[in-house]
C-alpha cells in the first residue's frame, strides 16, 4: 500500500509537541503485510495481532513468525523495529 495514504495518522498530536507513534506489520519483502495492512497504536497490539493470524494460518510449531513490525517516524516514515522471522 502507498505510505502517502498514511499521512493524515503520521501528524503531530496537537499541543503535546510529540510524534503519535504507529505501527504496521510487515510480510517477509518489508512490504505491508497483504491481510494484516492496518495502523496499530502500540507495539503489542501489533505484535499480538501477527501472533495470532500467523498462529491461525500455520499452528504454534513453527517458530519465528514470519512477520516484521515497523514504526511511524516524526519524518513520516517507517522504521524497522522487528524484522521477519526474528
Known sequence: MDQSLYAPFLSRSAGSGSSTRLYRLVDQQGCPHPVLDDLYDSLEAALDEAQCWWHEQFGHERDPIGIG??????????????????
Open 69 to 86: 513490525v515497523e514504526v511511524s517516524t516524526g519524518c513520516g516514515s517507517w522504521r524497522t523495529l522487528r524484522y521477519p522471522g526474528s
